[in-house]
């Protein structure tokens, strides 16, 4: 979709440094584990404000 696409053309430079420098930093790895660890709070987020509009 187009949504994807501009999600995509806005976050690759930002990825792409994110893979170059992790063996360094370690931030990618710890980025994934705290989206993981927000998931379930997004998804009850999102499920509230569908209720709310």
Do not use: M
């Not at 501009?6 to 170059?20: D, M, P």
């Not at 790895?29 to 379930?40: E, M, P």
Request: aromatic share 4%; hydrophobic share 40%; proline share 2%.
């Amino acid at each position: 979709s187009a949504d994807l696409k501009l999600l995509e053309e806005a976050t690759i430079s930002v990825c792409k440094s994110l893979v170059e420098k992790n063996p360094r930093t370690g931030n990618l790895g710890l980025l994934i584990k705290v989206f993981l660890s927000r998931t379930k709070e997004l998804k009850i987020s999102a499920e509230c404000q569908k209720y709310v509009l």
